[in-house]
């Protein structure tokens, strides 16, 4: 069993940057590929990031690459997101999920809410 909590989120102008974390519970955090995914007021939940367990291996939706940058510390048992230039467009209730990349997540966090003001 894995449990996450999100972290970071908050009000910032656009062109601004954030930093949002989650710290997991449990002994296998190490064993899983983690995600972040966001969800705006009346849309479907989008992928934003995903690393695998090693953190060898970092994926990105065309439309966030080169601004969001996901990263693990296996000792802290903690994912980033490292979100640069953000726009009005990204602000959304960010989630962290835990499992296999290709597989369904199998463990998800309650979420962070990222408003980016104009």
């Known amino acids: 069993q894995v449990q996450l909590v999100e972290s970071g989120g908050g009000l910032v102008q656009a062109g601004g940057s954030l930093k949002l974390s989650c710290e997991a519970s449990g002994r296998t955090f190490d064993m899983h590929d983690m995600g972040w995914f966001r969800q705006a007021p009346g849309k479907e939940r989008e992928f934003v990031a995903s690393?695998?367990?090693?953190?060898?291996?970092?994926y990105y939706p065309a439309f966030v690459k080169g601004r969001f940058t996901i990263s693990r510390d296996n000792a802290k048992n903690t994912v980033y997101l490292q979100m640069n230039s953000l726009n009005v467009e990204d602000t959304a209730v960010y989630y962290c999920?835990?499992?296999?990349?290709?597989?369904?997540?199998?463990?998800w966090g309650q979420g962070t809410q990222v408003t980016v003001s104009s």
């Open positions: 999920a835990a499992g296999s990349i290709g597989s369904p997540w199998r463990y």
């Open positions: 690393i695998t367990w090693t953190g060898g291996n970092t």
